[in-house]
């Protein structure tokens, strides 16, 4: 599938606060004359973007991601993304991902100018105005800030910024003395494989043409751990996180950068204090930080590492209702649900913004009982969580828990990507699309799309070039360059 069409499924019909929140069904009216002189997707001043963004200040224009706000400026939906493209007069509520399809990326937010928007095209964006001061410590900005609160004005720290993978784009029809930089290529996204074969683990990518790199393996460029078990990734950015749990049980995180270099494998154990006995591993990034869940001896843990590089301590967050024996994590709507498998059943959790946790709840009375479950895997896409159930007979399900709260039945996934026994699964977010991969019974590896209409593409078969030995574990996580 190509970058185009999924960011078109994007657009018309996905998103989050992640992304940017989901396009509603109902049908738009032509915008209204907007305040000012432009046209829609026509040249604008700065100072017609800022009172444009004012006017829903004014208004207080409540936090929506399904909800739309008409007026002089025109229909839009009231959410981070739904503001910057009324601000900027565009024809739709574009999402996170794809303002910066309209945009150029300035070299530093030293370079920042009122009107131009400050973006994490995974999570948030802002309309920046202003420095507080010439040392440009701290940014004066309007948004759409979340569930519950209005339009309004604040200020963002620099380091906060960085730290949280905000970068600077200026709308391409601005009207500015001063000259753009050259319009770079469209970003390029990735699903990022990592399978553990013969007790090694085994990285490759998809591109977004749809080709595959060969398998490279990992302990090669970032150093031998020896009897590799459990294993997981999740990008950052354009950065590839791994951790494995190597032949001393001790999980180790490395680092493989969007210009293929890697960090050497490092043991988290002393941040994170060690677990013994870990069989499963699952990551996913939010904001410029990485969460992550493992099983070791029957329980459940979860710590993070900060966009500083500092992890937490492991909490115990083991639901009640029996041996946890799988687990699985996903970043929605910027806060971090968690599905697990105790007793075969299927459990679910979400850890608010601010680290509260929800009591476990069971999947399977919300969506279905599909029978004993092996496997489980989560992503969250358009609001949306997207689970993927494997069963102890080697079936799939999949199901999912919606924005609102409600839940989407379990249904089995082998009339729409064909017919296998699979006994591990993982599951994660490209470019809005939810990307699934299966280790069978009979040791392949099997990839599908599930795309932003809710279509899903026939699993195939992935040419497993320079993996050795039995695979064991499989992980699939997201980047862009």
Request: glycine share 12%.
């Amino acid at each position: 599938m190509s970058v185009t069409r999924s960011k078109l499924a994007n657009i018309a019909l996905t998103g989050t606060l992640v992304l940017g929140a989901a396009l509603s069904t109902v049908s738009l009216t032509a915008p209204a004359q907007a305040v000012g002189t432009s046209a829609v997707n026509g040249a604008i001043t700065r100072s017609e973007i800022i009172a444009r963004a004012q006017n829903w200040v004014d208004q207080a224009v409540p936090y929506s991601q399904s909800l739309w706000h008409s007026d002089s400026n025109g229909s839009y939906r009231q959410d981070c993304s739904g503001f910057v493209s009324m601000a900027w007069h565009l024809g739709s509520s574009r999402v996170t991902s794809t303002l910066d399809d309209v945009s150029t990326r300035l070299n530093s937010l030293d370079d920042l100018q009122p009107g131009d928007m400050i973006d994490n095209i995974t999570t948030h964006v802002v309309l920046f105005t202003g420095w507080t001061d010439g040392s440009h410590t701290t940014a004066n900005i309007m948004e759409e800030p979340r569930s519950g609160l209005t339009a309004r004005k604040t200020t963002y720290s620099r380091s906060y910024l960085i730290n949280n993978g905000f970068l600077p784009y200026r709308y391409d029809k601005t009207v500015d003395n001063t000259p753009l930089p050259p319009k770079p290529a469209p970003v390029g996204w990735g699903a990022q494989v990592i399978v553990n074969g013969g007790g090694d683990v085994f990285h490759s990518t998809r591109n977004s043409q749809g080709s595959w790199t060969g398998f490279g393996n990992v302990e090669a460029a970032a150093g031998n751990i020896g009897g590799v078990q459990a294993i997981a990734d999740a990008g950052i950015n354009g950065d590839t996180h791994i951790l494995a749990v190597g032949g001393n049980g001790a999980i180790n995180h490395t680092i493989r950068h969007n210009t293929g270099s890697w960090d050497n494998f490092t043991d988290i154990g002393p941040q994170t204090n060690q677990l013994g006995s870990v069989t499963k591993l699952s990551a996913v990034s939010i904001g410029g930080d990485l969460h992550v869940v493992a099983v070791a001896n029957g329980r459940l843990y979860h710590t993070a590492r900060l966009a500083n590089g500092t992890w937490l301590r492991f909490g115990d967050i083991t639901p009640a209702s029996g041996t946890v024996t799988s687990a699985a994590a996903a970043s929605v709507n910027g806060e971090l649900q968690v599905v697990s498998v105790a007793g075969g059943v299927v459990q679910h959790t979400i850890r608010a913004v601010g680290g509260a946790w929800q009591p476990w709840a069971s999947a399977y009375d919300a969506a279905g009982n599909v029978g004993a479950a092996q496997d489980v895997a989560i992503a969250g896409t358009g609001g949306d969580a997207q689970i993927v159930v494997v069963t102890t007979s080697g079936e799939q399900y999949h199901g999912a828990r919606y924005a609102n709260g409600t839940w989407q039945p379990f249904n089995p996934l082998a009339p729409v990507i064909g017919s296998f026994a699979a006994n591990r699964v993982s599951a994660a977010n490209v470019d809005g699309e939810l990307q699934v991969v299966f280790i069978t019974n009979d040791d392949r590896i099997m990839h599908t799309i599930r795309d932003g209409s809710g279509s899903w593409d026939g699993a195939a078969a992935i040419q497993l070039n320079g993996v050795v030995g039995n695979h064991w574990d499989v992980s699939i996580g997201g980047t862009f360059n």
